[in-house]
């Protein structure tokens, strides 16, 4: 009898830990932007920036059809919510703490001064970031989330894609450089070898720099990518 609770405990723990993952990582700004989107229990996802702040959050009744994505909103939470309270930390004093059952943290004011008030941990995946003592382009922006590491193009890369997000675990991007046509220069070029291309400056008004191959929803290793451009 005992196994048998070991048993069911074990099949439950796995089932929150699975329910708390990556679920789409969204690139815009030709590359400069990135959002990491959680998915929790109960089609709860949460929005993160690369700086460790929640944007957005709510449910997502479709979160497991990445193809209508672009077009789709997010809903209220009817579950439980709750926020720190003014007895906490003053970093995190009223932000959101509960989504359910799964709890919030933040970098506290004695932390690295450069992660103060960011989020330390969403459920079981915890984030860290690049702090002061890291290249210039990357300082403050996610290095971390659980067992996926984020790797950032440095300062001393080309001035198109310096900044820009280098890698998302084995996912790699690639960029236009300032020395390619203006019409797509700091475009995304490749994303885990995947090739894009874009109408350059003589091509017609209206064509120049529209994407012309390249899938911008891809899904890899169970995580659905976007790239916005």
């Known amino acids: 009898m005992k196994n048998i609770f070991i048993l069911i405990a074990f099949f439950c723990l796995s089932y929150v830990a699975s329910a708390q993952r990556i679920h789409k990582i969204i690139l815009s700004d030709k590359g400069a932007t990135t959002t990491t989107c959680f998915l929790l229990n109960e ?26 994505y672009v077009n789709r909103k997010i809903t209220p939470y009817g579950g439980r919510v709750e926020y720190y309270t003014e007895k906490d930390n003053e970093a995190f004093r009223g932000k959101l703490k509960y989504i359910g059952n799964v709890m919030i943290t933040y970098y506290a004011s004695f932390d690295e001064k450069s992660m103060v008030g960011k ?28 067992r996926m590491n984020f ?50 400056s003589q091509d017609r008004v209206g064509l120049r720099g529209v994407q012309k191959s390249g899938n911008q929803l891809q899904v890899i290793n169970g995580i659905t990518y976007w790239i916005k451009n």
């Open 119 to 146: 989020i330390k941990s969403i459920g079981t995946n915890t984030m860290s970031y690049y702090t002061a003592y890291d290249d210039p382009s990357a300082q403050g922006k996610l290095k971390s989330i659980g």
């Open 43 to 68: 089609n709860v996802v949460i929005y993160l920036s690369q700086e460790g702040e929640i944007k957005e959050w709510g449910v997502d009744l479709y979160s497991d059809r990445p193809a209508d």
């Open 151 to 200: 790797a950032y193009y440095s300062s001393f890369d080309n001035d198109a894609y310096k900044g820009k997000i280098k890698n998302a675990g084995s996912v790699g991007f690639t960029y236009y450089s300032s020395t390619d046509d203006k019409a797509y220069s700091g475009k995304i070029k490749s994303m885990n070898n995947m090739p894009f291309t874009y109408y350059s």
